[in-house]
Structure formats: C-alpha cells, structure tokens
C-alpha cells in the first residue's frame, strides 16, 4: 500500500526529537485561565509552554508570587529547566515569601511588586503588539522585543489577595494582541471578572494534597 491509502509513514521506534529552530505559530491568540485550590496550575502552564517552545516559539513566564521562603529554596528546578531551553524566559517580580502567610514580609512591599510586575506585563504585551507575530522571534530576544505565549504565573492569586485590582487583569486581558497566547493562573477564588473574557478556563480542585497530611513542600514537585 501507498503512503496515501495507509497514511503518512511512521517511525517504528516512535516519536523522535528534532532541533528546535524559531517558528511562527499558526493559531495562536486565545486566553487561558487556571485557577483553583489543587496543585497544578503552575505545572501545566510551564508544561504547556515547553511544549509549545519545543515547536520554536517564543515563551516567556512572568511570575507575580512564588519568591523564597523558609521552607522553599530561591532556585526552583523550573529556572535551570527555562535557562536550558532556547526561546523560553522567565523573570519572578514577587516578593519574598507569599502574602498572608505570615511570613514576616510587608504588605506595602508586596502589592508594590505585584503593580510593578502587572506594568512589566503591559510591556510585554506592547512591544509583542509592535511585533509581527506572524515570523518567527529570535529565540534569544529579550520578551520586550515580543513572545508568542506570555504566562502571567499567580497573578490571578495576586488579584485575590488585593495586591492588583481585578478590573486591572480584565484590562490586560484586553491588551493582547490578536495573535499572542495569554495564560494567566492562580487563585482559590473564581475569578469571575476575567472569565467571560478567556477561551478556556480550567479549575484545578484538591482531592487530597501531602501537605494536609504533614509533609513540607519536596524539591522536584513542589520547586
């Protein structure tokens, strides 16, 4: 039979790797939501955009929380894993430690990062608007110059918190150019403000969770 009756031919070992080299997407543009109280919001974010940097497109992640603590090292395994990786970035403009957690941190301090971190988004955006989206970026380019996906990591647990105001992420969301995909995740309240304004949304519900049961957070799952 022909490659036509049977369908493109397949490799018998299975998938195969191949280098990765700037692209453009074809269908890029949605929003996505991940919110919820269970793990794994961050994780399918960050496994999403590898998947999508795999395929040469320009990903960046900009972190509103997730600064040290004293349980949690600064270096998380996902920095080495972004720094490994052509055409991903990342930059964390959170403060040490999470709010209300009564870590000692200050108030002001954190809504400080969070406002200058949703200013950072609106550059992002920006200079990805003054981009042409439709060739491929250069891998090595700083995210100002433009992305493909940019994930807003916890900015929708920020908004919860009160550090940015909700009306402030609706209006990020409606900033986006047409064709880059915005992710934005966090949060154990719906955030109903943005929802009628994303194309997908996933909540993330806890079942059960080590951490109730006693145990800290473990380097390679939860950093």
Do not use: C
């Not at 040290?68 to 930059?91: K, Q």
Request: aromatic content about 6%.
């Amino acid at each position: 039979m022909s490659d036509d009756e049977t369908g493109p031919a397949r490799n018998a070992a299975g998938p195969t790797a191949e280098p990765i080299t700037p692209s453009a997407p074809e269908s890029f543009g949605l929003v996505q939501v991940w919110w919820g109280n269970g793990k794994g919001k961050t994780t399918a974010a960050l496994g999403m955009a590898t998947r999508a940097v795999g395929h040469g497109y320009r990903v960046h992640l900009l972190q509103f929380m997730k600064g040290g603590t004293g349980t949690v090292e600064d270096v998380r395994g996902e920095y080495n894993a972004i720094a490994a990786l052509p055409g991903f970035s990342y930059e964390n403009a959170g403060h040490y430690g999470w709010h209300g957690f009564m870590d000692g941190s200050d108030d002001d301090e954190h809504q400080a990062r969070a406002e200058g971190a949703l200013e950072r988004a609106h550059e992002i955006l920006a200079g990805s608007a003054a981009a042409d989206l439709s060739e491929p970026l250069a891998a090595d380019g700083p995210p100002e110059d433009g992305v493909n996906m940019l994930v807003v990591d916890e900015i929708l647990y920020a908004a919860n918190r009160g550090l940015v105001d909700p009306g402030d992420v609706v209006e990020l969301v409606e900033s986006k150019p047409e064709d880059l995909e915005l992710v934005l995740t966090g949060g154990h309240e719906e955030p109903g403000y943005v929802v009628d304004h994303a194309d997908l949304v996933t909540e993330v519900r806890k079942q059960k969770h080590p951490l109730d049961a006693g145990y800290p957070a473990r380097k390679g799952t939860e950093y």
